[in-house]
């Protein structure tokens, strides 16, 4: 697939049926390829819906959504999953790490439903397992590889980073962030965005963060501001 635009927004609106009025008014978001779009907004303004929309498992919008040049509506749910699995890394806010697998398997889980990811994991790494490792210990893990430590003993903080190697462990386009730092103190916050950007950069993909906290906008190149009660802004996005 050949774009300069991992994610493309044309007219998006979508509002829950029991809402008076559109939760989401887009006119136009573009997150080039490499690109960074931090993402705030109150509690309730929509930040993971608009998540949900780009990543394909909430519909019933108007307007358009292109991730990778795919339009998201033209897809069948079967063909949106696969897209989602192949080109998006998401990072939650509970990080959804399973508790009775390593890390090195929660990382490399995320190759489990995408040939195409499993594949570029390999050619980095030799296997999903190696790249898995190796991602784990480029995220400052290495102790945890080593003395084989359980998932469920991780503090939040390690168990960020393992959600962190998950997303990029083959090379995604897309890395989606949904308020991943909120636990945590600004101090490995701060750390925790500059690893990530480091190394969504070094992969060439996009990203997308959300977060409630103002204060982190200079690290990346747009932000979008979602209001719960003044509408979104008219102004076309690029970044
Ligand atoms: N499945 C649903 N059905 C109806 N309304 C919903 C549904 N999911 C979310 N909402 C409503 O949509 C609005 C936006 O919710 P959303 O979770 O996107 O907000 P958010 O910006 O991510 O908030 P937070 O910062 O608290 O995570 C809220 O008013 C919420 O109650
Ligand atoms: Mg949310």
Known sequence: ????????????AFGWPNM???????????????GSLFLRGPSGSGKSTLLNLLSGVQG?????????????ETLSAHRRDQLRADHIGLIFQQFNLL???SPIENVALACRFSKRRREKAKVSG???????ERLLRELGLGEVVESRRRTSSLSIGQ???VAAARALIGNPELIIADEPTSALDSEHRDRFIDLLMAETRASGASLLFVSHDASLASHFDRTLELGATTGNSEEALTC
Do not use: F, N
Request: glycine fraction near 10%; hydrophobic fraction near 35%.
């Open 1 to 12: 697939m050949t774009t300069s635009h991992t994610v493309e927004i044309d007219r998006l």
């Open 20 to 34: 008076p009025r559109a939760l989401l008014d887009i006119p136009r978001l573009q997150i080039e390829t490499g």
């Open 60 to 72: 019933g919008y108007s307007g358009s959504i292109s991730i990778c040049g795919e339009r998201l």
């Open 99 to 101: 508790p009775w697998l």
């Open 126 to 132: 030799g296997t999903v397992a190696k790249e898995a």
């Open 159 to 161: 168990q960020q980073r």
